[in-house]
DNA sequence: GCCATAGTTCAAAAATTATTGAAATGTCTG
DNA sequence: CAGACATTTCAATAATTTTTGAACTATGGC
């Protein structure tokens, strides 16, 4: 598999070398980073979806390091990352040790695990919240429009908690 | 230029001190600080949107520097970024010189503008780059099922950029 | 079991982002 | 229009987040 004297062209410190991105590969990932800023998502997450999104093939662990540059440790936690949403799939060729990766065919269903990650844990942490300021504030006798407000924001989350599930099916898998 | 002897109870550097928040109050601030970090706004800007969520009447600057305990510096950029986003307004009482802010009626049409402010620009900004993904990838002779992901991708975000607009009309006064 | 390979962990370093405060810039008011 | 007051600006600092890499763990093949 690997020309014996050589290793696999690896340099001084543990990092691949392979081919550099195409200029179509480059302006891609920066589309996917930009869109990832908006979610909070880290640039080498979204570089690692980027270059898998544009590769005719599944990629290995080392490809990914190669070609984008970055550390064992960032694209490790990259692909959990990415796992953990289920944006990418692993397949396994019989008989080879190496997991190799893959976009998950939908990128909407993608967007959607992610969103939910990480707005459903927020909405559900803020109603007893929320109830208990809206409580507080009747005590401390605010006035009527604050109370209003702090009335429609408890139905707004809890419209939102009821409703989201319904736009955004969890996936069968949880 | 500072208080000589003592101003407004003003501590050492020019900062006006206030009633610490209430319970309720902080509780709120969370609840905001944690919906407005999925948006990526920082701290600051929700905490300063909370008070005046909270608050039974409109509050100057000095009073929401005062309660908060923050930075001239940082009540100022944040209600730029309020205001820029139509998160909140100013009321003048005549014969009155500084300004007091309250929130704008509608949170859902103060979301509506953060929202259109992040992702519009990033669909825009998109559109002619994916162009030139695409055919980049033709050029380079990619395989057909990265061509099939990149023209979806391409279309999608056409779509997103022709319904944006109509599921978040910008405001009257833009 | 033992070695080699594949991937993970996590503390430290680097990069990014937010906040501060002192100086600058208005802008009302007398 | 002068001077006080209200707010903005922005370079410096602080806080936070991301990335790195070396040590560690896990797994498969012999």
Redesign the pocket.
Known sequence: M?PPSEKTAGRR???PSFEPLQPHEVELADFFVRMA?IL??????A?IYSLLYAASAPL???QIQGRL????????????FLRDHEMVLSVKAK?D???RWQPTPSLAASLVTLLRSQVLPALELAQPSLQRVLEGAQKKGASPEVIERLGRLNRWNARALELFPLLLPPPPGS
């Not at 909070?40 to 997450?45: I, L, Q």
């Not at 970055?70 to 990259?78: D, I």
């Open positions: 690997k410190s543990s990092r800023g909070g998502v880290p640039r080498s997450v570089e290995d662990f080392d540059g970055m550390s064992k440790g960032s694209v490790s936690q990259g692909l959990k008989g040790r190496r997991e």
